[in-house]
């Protein structure tokens, strides 16, 4: 940890409310790391799960966090209070869907086309 820099409490915000924290993280964690602590960490309870860290989105004040970005950078100290957690906000990307079957090309002319003009 560098020199007088404390470590900095935050509390993972799930989409349902639920929370993953608050624990204690250094400030120059990135936010690659983070998300691999709430990857461990998320609740096997639930129906939506991330797959990968990629499926997850941090939001701090209002702000998608960038994955190469630290704690430290990513702090807004507008607003805080002092000993208090910092709560981010986990988005998970929603399942893709298995793309196996291709669109299939209907080679008739489509029939119900709009005759509008607009001028």
Known sequence: MAEGMEPIEVRFRLFDGTD???NSHDPSTTVAALKEFVLARWPQDKEVAPKSVNDVKLISAGRVLENNTTLAESRVPVGEVAGSAITMHVVVRPPQAVKSEK???????KQNRCGCTIL
Do not use: L
């Open 103 to 109: 669109k299939k090309v209907s080679k008739s002319p």
């Open 20 to 22: 993953i924290g608050p």
